[in-house]
């Protein structure tokens, strides 16, 4: 008596196609790719929300000088044909965000506000396979001054 | 023959729909934070001197919060606010007499459910999706 089973007593085996197709489906969602968004290197404050100091409502009028919209993406996307699959494959971490940061401050008295932080993650499916997977999160702000600027406008 | 050509337009079209994107998108903004938050380990005084972690800034809790954003129409169209967000951190802060939030780091990664739901339920075209959002920090007081 043997102890394998064969592909054929497999296949007789009733529901076991759908449930193979259900396991297939359930792993390739299974593995991670998150994304994290922080500012810990930066040695300036990245201010979030309407309160911009410590024990204190005070606004100071600042005058902004350009926007940012910075993204840290990861993401895995697969196309091609019947002879050829190409994937992306595309992992950024969360130090993008201080490179971006300190690229953008020409001015050590420069203010940087985020006004929103985003998140995304989507799987794009074609039946039960699952070719792109897409995780980013970022920010989306400007880099203001407290005095004013010839071509920026007042917040 | 007329129900060869309905049977093979239907086929189609169910084939057409299957193939799309489950997933969704959150947006924070903070609007009803009483206290400042950084997402840097520095924040400003009233002076507008800055205060950095270690020196003038002396952290006195951690603050986590787990929130799932839910989305539809190929996550497109968001279903989540995020003031619980702004709640649970006012309510961290004083709960620590703290001062302020720096180091915030937010993690996101897709739902499990997204896969799940892409296989059987794809036929549809409004398929729930979600992201899984951890959001931390370090809640600080002056030295």
């Given at each position: 008596?043997?102890?394998?089973?064969?592909?054929?007593?497999?296949?007789?085996?009733?529901m076991?196609?759908?449930?193979?197709?259900?396991?297939?489906?359930?792993?390739?969602?299974?593995?991670?790719?998150?994304t994290?968004?922080?500012?810990?290197?930066?040695?300036r404050?990245?201010?979030?929300?309407?309160?911009?100091?410590?024990?204190?409502?005070?606004?100071?009028?600042?005058?902004?000088?350009?926007?940012f919209?910075?993204?840290?993406?990861?993401?895995?996307?697969?196309?091609?044909?019947?002879?050829?699959?190409?994937?992306?494959?595309?992992?950024?971490?969360?130090?993008?965000?201080?490179?971006?940061?300190?690229r953008k401050l020409?001015?050590?008295?420069?203010?940087?506000?985020?006004?929103?932080?985003?998140?995304?993650?989507?799987r794009?499916?074609?039946?039960?396979?699952?070719?792109?997977?897409?995780?980013?999160?970022?920010?989306?702000g400007?880099?203001?001054?407290?005095?004013?600027?010839?071509?920026?406008?007042?917040? | 023959?007329?129900?060869?050509?309905?049977?093979?337009?239907?086929?189609?079209?169910?084939?057409?729909?299957?193939?799309?994107?489950?997933?969704?998108?959150?947006?924070?903004?903070f609007?009803?934070?009483?206290?400042?938050?950084?997402?840097?380990?520095?924040?400003?005084?009233?002076?507008d001197?800055?205060?950095?972690?270690?020196?003038?800034?002396?952290?006195v809790?951690?603050?986590?919060?787990?929130?799932?954003?839910?989305?539809?129409t190929?996550?497109?169209i968001?279903?989540?606010?995020?003031?619980?967000?702004?709640?649970?951190i006012?309510d961290?802060?004083?709960?620590?007499?703290?001062?302020?939030?720096?180091?915030?780091?937010?993690?996101?990664?897709?739902?499990?459910?997204?896969?799940i739901?892409?296989?059987?339920?794809?036929?549809?075209p409004?398929?729930?999706?979600?992201?899984?959002?951890?959001i931390?920090?370090?809640?600080?007081?002056?030295?």
């Amino acid at each position: 008596m043997s102890n394998t089973i064969s592909l054929n007593e497999i296949k007789k085996m009733p529901m076991m196609g759908p449930l193979l197709l259900f396991i297939v489906a359930l792993l390739s969602g299974c593995s991670s790719l998150s994304t994290t968004t922080t500012a810990k290197n930066m040695t300036r404050p990245v201010m979030l929300g309407p309160i911009q100091h410590v024990k204190s409502n005070k606004k100071t009028p600042l005058y902004k000088k350009m926007d940012f919209d910075i993204t840290v993406e990861n993401s895995i996307v697969t196309s091609g044909g019947q002879y050829q699959q190409t994937t992306y494959v595309t992992e950024e971490s969360a130090e993008k965000i201080d490179a971006e940061l300190m690229r953008k401050l020409d001015s050590p008295k420069d203010k940087i506000v985020v006004e929103t932080l985003f998140v995304k993650s989507a799987r794009a499916c074609f039946l039960v396979f699952c070719n792109s997977r897409v995780d980013y999160s970022g920010i989306e702000g400007g880099i203001y001054s407290t005095t004013p600027v010839s071509t920026g406008s007042s917040k | 023959m007329k129900k060869i050509y309905l049977s093979f337009i239907l086929v189609t079209i169910m084939i057409s729909l299957s193939a799309c994107t489950v997933g969704a998108r959150g947006h924070l903004n903070f609007a009803d934070a009483k206290y400042p938050i950084s997402l840097s380990p520095a924040l400003y005084d009233q002076n507008d001197n800055v205060l950095l972690k270690g020196k003038q800034l002396n952290v006195v809790g951690k603050f986590k919060y787990e929130k799932r954003f839910w989305g539809i129409t190929y996550a497109w169209i968001r279903m989540s606010g995020s003031k619980d967000v702004d709640e649970a951190i006012n309510d961290a802060i004083a709960k620590k007499q703290g001062v302020g939030l720096i180091n915030l780091a937010i993690t996101t990664d897709g739902c499990v459910s997204n896969s799940i739901m892409t296989f059987p339920f794809s036929i549809l075209p409004v398929i729930p999706g979600c992201t899984d959002t951890i959001i931390e920090g370090d809640i600080v007081s002056m030295k």
